[in-house]
C-alpha cells in the first residue's frame, strides 16, 4: 500500500485524539481540489505509540462520524447497512483502544480529536447531494487502506505490547471492512 494510504489512516486517527504527540512534526501533502471524493487524508505516519494511539482513535471517530451521515444521507441500502457496521466496530475499536491503553501506562492518554481533514472530508459528505454514496464508499476504501496499512505496521514493529496486540486484533477487522467497502455502489 502507499505511503499516502497509511497517511489517510493516520488522519483518521489523528483527527479524533488531537493529543499531543511525541512525533507530529511530518508536514501533510496539499489537498486536492480537483476530485474531493477521492482526496486521500494524508497525515503524519504514526511511529511512535502515541502517534499511533492518536491516528487510531481519530480515525474511529471520523468513521463513527461519516456513518453518522451515510446512515441519514445515504441512498443505498447497502451503504446504509455498511454505516450501521462502522459505527458498531468503530465504537468498539475505540473502546478496546482505550482499555489498551490504560493497561499500558507508559504516559499514553486517548484523546480523540478530528484532523481538519478529517471534518474536511465530512463537509464533503454533508455536500455531497445525489453523489452522496460514491463519496462515502471512495473515503471508506481509501480511509480503510490506510488503516490497514498502519494497523499491520504497529502489530509488526510495535514497542508497546498492549498496543501491537490491539493492532493485531484490528487487523482482521479493518481486513473485512475494507473488503465490504470495495462493494459499495
Same mark, same amino acid.
Given at each position: 500500500?502507499?505511503?499516502?494510504?497509511?497517511?489517510?489512516?493516520?488522519?483518521?486517527?489523528?483527527?479524533?485524539?488531537?493529543? =499531543?504527540?511525541? *512525533? =507530529?512534526?511530518?508536514?501533510?501533502?496539499?489537498?486536492?481540489?480537483?476530485?474531493?471524493?477521492?482526496?486521500?487524508?494524508?497525515?503524519?505516519?504514526?511511529?511512535?505509540?502515541?502517534?499511533?494511539?492518536?491516528?487510531?482513535?481519530?480515525? *474511529?471517530?471520523?468513521?463513527?462520524?461519516?456513518?453518522?451521515?451515510?446512515?441519514?444521507? +445515504?441512498?443505498?441500502? %447497502?451503504?446504509?447497512?455498511?454505516?450501521?457496521?462502522?459505527? %458498531?466496530?468503530?465504537?468498539?475499536?475505540?473502546?478496546?483502544?482505550?482499555?489498551?491503553?490504560?493497561?499500558? +501506562? =507508559? +504516559?499514553?492518554?486517548?484523546a480523540p480529536a478530528l484532523t481538519p481533514l478529517q471534518q474536511a472530508h465530512l463537509d464533503q459528505l454533508r455536500g455531497a447531494g445525489d453523489n452522496f454514496d460514491a463519496m462515502y464508499a471512495q473515503q471508506q476504501v481509501d480511509a480503510h487502506e490506510a488503516a490497514l496499512e498502519l494497523l499491520q505496521a504497529q502489530a509488526q514493529g510495535g514497542t508497546?505490547?498492549?498496543? %501491537?496486540?490491539?493492532?493485531? %486484533?484490528?487487523?482482521?477487522?479493518?481486513? +473485512?471492512?475494507?473488503?465490504?467497502?470495495?462493494?459499495?455502489?
Amino acid at each position: 500500500m502507499t505511503t499516502t494510504r497509511l497517511a489517510i489512516a493516520s488522519a483518521a486517527v489523528l483527527a479524533l485524539t488531537a493529543c =499531543n504527540t511525541q *512525533d =507530529n512534526t511530518a508536514e501533510a501533502p496539499a489537498e486536492s481540489t480537483t476530485t474531493p471524493a477521492a482526496t486521500p487524508t494524508p497525515t503524519p505516519a504514526a511511529s511512535s505509540p502515541q502517534s499511533f494511539v492518536d491516528t487510531v482513535a481519530a480515525s *474511529d471517530m471520523y468513521e463513527i462520524e461519516a456513518a453518522k451521515l451515510a446512515k441519514d444521507m +445515504g441512498k443505498s441500502d %447497502k451503504v446504509k447497512a455498511f454505516a450501521a457496521m462502522m459505527v %458498531k466496530d468503530h465504537t468498539t475499536s475505540s473502546s478496546d483502544l482505550r482499555a489498551a491503553v490504560a493497561a499500558a +501506562g =507508559n +504516559g499514553l492518554a486517548f484523546a480523540p480529536a478530528l484532523t481538519p481533514l478529517q471534518q474536511a472530508h465530512l463537509d464533503q459528505l454533508r455536500g455531497a447531494g445525489d453523489n452522496f454514496d460514491a463519496m462515502y464508499a471512495q473515503q471508506q476504501v481509501d480511509a480503510h487502506e490506510a488503516a490497514l496499512e498502519l494497523l499491520q505496521a504497529q502489530a509488526q514493529g510495535g514497542t508497546v505490547e498492549q498496543i %501491537k496486540t490491539f493492532a493485531a %486484533k484490528a487487523v482482521t477487522v479493518v481486513e +473485512g471492512h475494507l473488503a465490504e467497502a470495495r462493494k459499495l455502489p
